[in-house]
């Protein structure tokens, strides 16, 4: 995400001399961090804490003591190992796909767009000015099965008269990706446009067509971009229920419906902590293996 | 009578070859109409002469722009949206901003531990950043409101405006601020009359930023509302029944007011290097 | 109506053994002078010598790891920059980007609580004749004219001493050396004592009326142009300042004011003020203008063959081997009486005496010489 910002302006050549021996850095950054610490950290926490929980025999909706039954987290992953699976699943083929979209577009933006650049960039953000609830509902309306473009593809000859895209899969993945659209692009095109355009001059210089520059050359040279891009498309991509509530129908559910489903349908706090906190640690795990690549300060 | 010595490219090698150096460009610009098929979308059914449901065109109307309010409860998400818009947007850019300062120009112990808090929440998925919230204020018996809301957002949005200010002050060469001091300023006056009007517009940006993304929030206030309306969860609720179409007005107004803010401080910032 | 808070000192600037160590590293060791009030001061060296670093301990934006500094009878080793009676030039500039031309140099003034800046402004802008751009914002400027409104704007402050941070590295050829001239104008007219970090030595020898040459974090000698030039005490010297023949020898006599060096069978006499070492190991220098191509002077090689040729214009160059195999470089002046020599021919060197120097020969023959142009 950094990459983004940190490189759509000019970076200076001198060194950052930091000043040390002070009390001002504390200062500054205490109240920020405690209210992290309160509201992010401590949460965590509750939620570990809640997700041990068990509802005593006989007590109200919504009582629960804590007795630390692990087996909780067992129970709870066995009874929607499908929905975990599947989320998992939807979140790769969706950053999939909003790669294959974004990066032909970060390309044309960072290397074919002259003067325009700068606008393009805002179109990218622009439409998501618009809530994004607004815009989901959107597409099931154009892609209604009443509507016109499901009617032409109906029409088709090599398509089944039943075909729809609306309370599909399909429609679910499609729709994850869009809405990850700019999280993907962005960063793709930040790394992109780090890249001195003579080093793709010289590669044809030194015989390299087209497609071998690209593989050679400007692909490993935005891999920052490209993998900071995938896990800031799957990782909220992977927790999302919004899509799949709107989209899709009850065998597309993912977690993040099980868990929403279980704090506010069925009243099962345990059950819902344990899948969120499960959910939190195995993100958890493949941004570790990032950081370890990276270092935090390329992160912030 | 000039003789052509090169032969003409044919007419279809031509067009292939136009074809594949614009190939990108192409693609791009369908990968724009993609993006904004739903946004023109919502902006022409805001014109539907519809009843509760907006679902089937049913003739153009102004009539949503001029009665914004008039279908029941808009109103009162919108303001909801906008009130906790602004306030969550100056408390964290106020403690986004300080953190950004004191990361880009301090030395402290504890650097990796910071970038660390900093970074988690935004790679934790809202549904279990909004989770845990919810379990800590349903363990310390404290109930969702209005002020829950509040602090949600200010919590997932400090770390947007660290990454955005942090940026713009790496940019800011050290240099100038010495050159400040060098010229009898001390170090109160080189905050005031360097850095601050240098990293200003980063500040504003990040405010922009954590402004979106507040209003625009559905997941974690979905678990930390209880009964309080906003104008995303207003939108997902009425998704079964039926969106009335000053929900598309309202849409499609913020969509232009951000897209004019935007143009316009790119059209200010570039005419101060010209001027 | 001065703000009292900046300082109002005056006299020489003082450095006593000031030192600067960055964790193991040493970037200036133990460096003692002293700037007449009112001269052009250059210091002199290659990137990493520490010169640099030395003008930002002046400027008060570094703080010393041992030594003083002080203006006159005031130490200002621990004074804050913004306290110091001292202003500086940067090289990349550092005009605010946000800022008028106007309110650029008026910053100073502004800080210090000066009310009225509008005289000092456009007497400082007159100055560097850049009066007709007040209201243009610097990124609207060349390279040249930021250059001219950084220099207004540390002067217009009438500092003790001025400080110039390589402010001539950015310019092209031609605008630098109507730069010189243009500094060396300023400073004459206003009296102000400048000192100017370079690494150019053409430039410091056009400039300055002192120059320090500088090399990793000491100064290795100190002097006017003509001093450093004709008479250097280092290899390092000889080599950096223009080009020279240095030759590996040792000290067999010395007497009165007369000594002789033998290096590989020949003698040579030196002068013994120009001799800079009490070691019998030496090198023995002369510069290639005062090389001749002929056998009859009191020092002289017979016997070298020419290797190499090159016409520039004002002279004539040729590479010279030795009959111990030393390269040799000689400029002939082109002026009457050439000797036209091609590639092979044998030739005779010789010079006088009083064009000699002899330098401590332990340490390296090459140093300073193989440094390249940077930038």
């Known amino acids: 995400m950094a990459f983004l910002h940190a490189v759509s302006s000019s970076t200076s050549a001198t060194k950052n001399v930091l000043k040390g021996k002070s009390l001002t850095p504390y200062l500054l950054l205490a109240p920020g961090l405690i209210w992290l610490v309160t509201f992010f950290i401590i949460p965590i926490f509750s939620l570990a804490s809640t997700s041990t929980m068990v509802r005593p025999d006989g007590a109200q909706v919504g009582v629960y003591e804590q007795k630390l039954r692990f087996a909780n987290y067992v129970d709870a992953f066995i009874a929607n190992q499908d929905q975990y699976v599947r989320s998992f699943f939807y979140a790769a083929l969706a950053t999939i796909l909003a790669l294959a979209i974004s990066y032909p577009l970060a390309y044309a933006i960072a290397f074919k767009s002259g003067k325009y650049r700068n606008i393009l960039l805002v179109m990218v953000i622009a439409p998501f000015f618009t809530s994004f609830l607004l815009r989901t509902i959107a597409w099931t309306q154009i892609l209604a099965d009443s509507g016109p473009v499901v009617s032409t593809i109906q029409a088709l000859p090599f398509v089944d008269e039943l075909f729809r895209i609306n309370n599909t899969s399909t429609a679910v993945v499609i729709g994850l990706a869009y809405n990850f659209l700019p999280f993907m692009t962005l960063p793709l095109y930040a790394s992109l446009e780090r890249i001195d355009p003579r080093t793709l001059e010289a590669a044809g210089d030194l015989y390299a067509n087209g ?5 050679k050359v400007t692909l490993p040279l ?9 896990l800031l498309t799957f990782i ?6 919004v899509n799949a509530a709107l989209l899709g129908n009850p065998n597309t559910k993912m977690i993040g419906n099980v868990i929403e489903s279980r704090f506010f349908a069925v009243v099962d706090y345990p059950t819902a902590a344990a899948l969120s906190f499960t959910l939190m640690a195995t993100i958890l795990i493949l941004v570790t293996l990032y950081i370890r690549k990276s270092g935090t300060d390329e992160l912030v | 009578m000039t003789t052509i010595n090169a032969p003409m490219p044919s007419l279809s090698h031509r067009a292939s070859r136009w074809f594949s150096r614009n190939l990108v460009r192409i693609y791009a610009a369908l990968a724009f109409i993609y993006l904004f098929i739903p946004v023109a979308y919502t902006f022409a059914f805001s014109f539907n002469d519809a009843g509760k449901s907006n679902l089937v065109w049913q003739g153009f109307t102004f009539d949503n722009w001029k009665n914004p309010c008039g279908a029941p409860q808009v109103c009162e998400a919108v303001g909801n949206s906008l009130k906790i818009g602004v306030i969550s947007t100056s408390l964290a850019t106020a403690l986004g901003t300080m953190i950004a300062f004191a990361l880009g120009r301090y030395k402290f112990k504890g650097r990796t531990s910071t970038n660390l808090l900093i970074f988690l929440p935004m790679a934790t998925p809202e549904v279990v950043l909004g989770a845990s919230l919810l379990a800590m204020f349903l363990n310390l018996r404290i109930n969702p409101s209005f002020w829950t809301i509040v602090i949600s957002h200010v919590m997932f949005c400090i770390s947007f405006v660290v990454v955005t200010v942090k940026a713009r002050i790496a940019s800011l060469d050290p240099r100038l601020e010495q050159a400040a001091m060098d010229l009898y300023a001390n170090e109160k006056e080189t905050f005031r009359y360097v850095t601050l009007p240098l990293v200003m517009p980063g500040i504003a940006g990040a405010a922009l930023l954590a402004f979106s993304l507040s209003f625009d929030d559905f997941i974690i206030t979905n678990f930390n509302s209880g009964t309080v309306s906003t104008f995303p969860k207003f939108v997902y609720v009425s998704a079964a029944r039926g ?3 000053q929900a598309n007005v309202i849409g499609s107004a913020m969509f232009f007011i951000a897209l004019i803010i935007v143009i316009v401080g790119q059209v200010v910032s570039r005419k101060r290097k010209k001027s | 109506m001065a703000n009292t808070k900046v300082s109002q000192d005056t006299g020489d600037l003082k450095l006593d053994r ?4 960055y964790g193991d590293f040493c970037a200036v060791d133990d460096l003692s002078l002293v700037v007449p009030d009112g001269s052009f001061f250059a210091l002199l060296g290659p990137s990493g010598c520490g010169k640099t670093t030395t003008l930002r301990m002046i400027a008060g934006l570094e703080e010393p790891s041992a030594g003083t500094i002080s203006i006159g009878d005031t130490d200002i080793t621990t004074q804050k920059s913004y306290r110091r009676n001292v202003n500086t030039v940067f090289q990349n500039y550092a005009l605010f980007p946000h800022l008028t031309i106007f309110e650029n140099i008026a910053f100073g003034l502004r800080r210090r609580g000066i009310k009225d800046v509008k005289t000092e402004v456009e007497n400082a802008l007159k100055l560097v004749e850049m009066g007709h751009l007040s209201e243009r914002k610097p ?16 002067i217009v402050n009438r500092p003790e001493v001025l400080l110039l941070d390589e402010p001539l590295g950015a310019l092209d ?13 300023i400073q004459t007219e206003v009296g102000i004592t400048f000192i100017h970090v370079t690494h150019d030595q053409e430039e410091a020898m056009t400039m300055a009326d002192t120059i320090a040459v500088m090399n990793q974090g000491k100064i290795e000698q100190m002097g006017s142009a003509t001093d450093l030039y004709e008479a250097p005490k280092t290899a390092f010297v000889a080599n ?10 040792k000290v067999t006599s010395r007497s009165g004011d007369k000594a002789i060096v033998t290096a590989n069978g020949l003698n040579f006499e030196v002068p013994t003020s120009r001799v800079a070492t009490s070691n019998e190991s030496v090198f023995l220098g002369v510069r290639p203008e005062k090389l001749r191509l002929d056998d009859t002077g009191v020092n002289s090689i017979k016997n070298c063959v020419v290797t190499d040729r090159s016409f520039v214009g004002t002279s004539t160059q040729y590479m010279v081997r030795s009959p111990w195999d030393l390269e040799l470089v000689v400029f002939e002046q082109n002026d009457e009486g050439l000797h036209d020599l091609r590639v092979g021919d044998t030739v005779s060197l010789e010079w006088d005496p009083e064009h000699t120097f002899a330098l401590d020969g332990a340490g390296d023959i090459n140093a300073g010489s193989d440094l390249d142009d940077e930038e």
């Open chain 1, 211 to 215: 497609l071998t520059t690209f593989r």
């Open chain 3, 240 to 249: 950096f300042l223009g080009q020279c023949n240095l030759i590996k020898g």
């Open chain 3, 139 to 154: 990124n609207q400027l060349s390279g040249g004219q930021q250059q001219r409104i950084a220099v207004a704007r540390a």
């Open chain 1, 222 to 230: 935005s891999m920052p971009g490209v993998v900071a891009g995938t």
């Open chain 3, 18 to 21: 000031v030192s600067k160590h």
């Open chain 2, 243 to 245: 969106i009335p179409a």
């Open chain 3, 173 to 185: 050829l031609k605008l630098r050396r109507q730069m010189q001239i243009e500094l060396k104008r």
């Open chain 1, 236 to 241: 909220p991509a992977a927790g999302d229920y």
